[in-house]
């Protein structure tokens, strides 16, 4: 079957299996809408991002609960914070200089 499933014109999804200490992993794209003049007019108005989530499933046994967030820093920051409240609770903010990532990630 296709790897890419197509949901709509900005929504994607791709699964995957087999992997070593991971049961699945589900990727979820869910892009801005480019596909019409309107909804390119309205992102001037209130501006989309795209956005990918990574939802991995991990085996019961001899793994720890772990909560991880990357986003560039600012608004994106702000947004997750709102959106996911165990981001907030569970997690402190690490910079990614220190890492070897660019400079403006969180």
């Not at 900005?10 to 979820?28: D, I, K, W």
């Not at 990918?52 to 986003?71: F, H, K, R």
């Amino acid at each position: 079957g296709p790897t890419l499933l197509k949901d709509s014109c900005s929504h994607f999804e791709f699964y995957a299996t087999g992997r070593q200490n991971c049961e699945h992993c589900l990727v979820t794209l869910c892009l801005k809408q480019r596909q019409d003049l309107l909804s390119l007019l309205l992102d001037w108005i209130w501006p989309q991002h795209d956005i990918m989530i990574m939802d991995i499933t991990m085996p019961d046994d001899g793994v720890e609960p772990m909560c991880l967030a990357v986003a560039q820093y600012g608004a994106a920051v702000d947004e997750l914070r709102e959106l996911f409240k165990d981001v907030t609770t569970y997690t402190k903010t690490l910079s990614a200089e220190a890492h070897g990532l660019a400079g403006n990630y969180v």
